[in-house]
């Protein structure tokens, strides 16, 4: 035989023996636990069932706190026997947890196992308490000035596990995710700040998105600020030259952009208007038009 011939003998050998081991051991998992999640006060229920389990095999399962003896076979320890249970088939290898009215201290990994089988991967229950409402937003309550900085804070309300926040300018995710926890109620905050707002920033809509990350179980809440600034009048004439005929009327118009809204009045230099000149509501108005007939 040459030694490639040996080497694939050896392999396929070396195969049939690792597929067929656990057969030839005894028991193994029929049904492997499931991570879950589920809402704080309703029941969870972790799967596990054997197959070919020895009258000798005992099937354990371990939690939280601290990987701790949660039950053996179908005997539940004292710790947990106010609302934890074995159920299923016993003759069928079924040993499902069941817990009823989840808490917030039942989160955490869970393994279920017997000693002559290699214990499958850790699952992990995970117990959701929603927020209790949406964030709040604090800071800019009164208007800004162009130039002022901006420093808003989302904090969120209770919530089990804690939400993930993120700031929105309009829809543009704004900044970063880096989320303060906060030690009173495990309540999240983040901030967003910017040194100098400018009058584009008026009428903003700046929102905070609090998300716990399990959307199909809890929804996202979300609080919203519109941002008010205040900004001085900018006036531009677009025709600052204008021609007419001796007795024709004509517009003189004038855009005027500030917040709040300025009182504008046209005025002729070390003169005083034509008359019979109108102006279009002055107050308030962004287009101001003087309009006078050409005759002096
Ligand atoms: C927010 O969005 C508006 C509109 O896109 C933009 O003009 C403004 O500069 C943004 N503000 C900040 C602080 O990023
Ligand atoms: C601000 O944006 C949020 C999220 O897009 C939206 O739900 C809310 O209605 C907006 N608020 C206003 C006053 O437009
Ligand atoms: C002046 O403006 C008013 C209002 O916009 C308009 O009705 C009128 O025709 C204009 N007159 C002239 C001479 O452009």
């Not at 080497?7 to 499931?34: H, K, M, N, Q, S």
């Amino acid at each position: 035989m040459t030694a490639d011939a040996v080497r694939i003998l050896f392999l396929v050998v070396l195969t049939l023996w690792t597929t067929l081991l656990p057969l030839a051991d005894g028991a193994f998992y029929r049904r492997r636990p499931e991570s879950k999640v589920v809402l704080e006060g309703e029941d969870a229920s972790l799967s596990c069932s054997f197959n070919d389990l020895s009258s000798d095999d005992v099937v354990n399962w371990q939690g939280p706190p601290a990987d701790t003896i949660i039950s053996a076979g179908r005997k539940v320890s004292v710790l947990y026997e106010r609302r934890h249970s074995i159920v299923g088939d016993a003759s069928q290898g079924e040993y499902n947890l069941h817990i009823r009215g989840a808490q917030v201290e039942d989160s955490g990994d869970y393994r279920c196992s017997t000693p002559s089988v290699r214990a499958a991967a850790d699952v992990t229950l995970t117990v959701v308490v929603p927020m209790v409402g949406p964030p709040d937003i604090t800071g800019a309550e009164l208007p800004l000035t162009a130039g002022d900085e901006l420093l808003l804070r989302c904090r969120s309300r209770g919530g089990f596990p804690p939400p993930r926040l993120t700031w929105y300018n309009g829809t543009h995710r704004f900044g970063s995710e880096d989320t303060a926890g906060d030690d009173e109620g495990g309540s999240v905050t983040l901030e967003l700040f910017t040194a100098r707002v400018s009058k584009w920033d008026d009428g903003a809509n700046f929102t905070c998105v609090a998300d716990q990350g399990f959307p199909d179980i809890v929804r996202p809440r979300a609080a919203s600020r519109i941002l008010r600034v205040d900004y001085p009048p900018t006036v531009s004439v677009p025709s600052p030259s204008v021609h007419a005929r001796e007795g024709q009327a004509v517009n003189l118009t004038c855009y005027v952009d500030s917040n709040p809204k300025a009182t504008v009045t046209w005025r002729k230099l070390g003169d005083r208007l034509p008359r019979d000149s109108i102006q279009s509501d002055p107050a308030h108005m962004v287009v101001v038009t003087l309009y006078m007939n050409v005759n002096e």
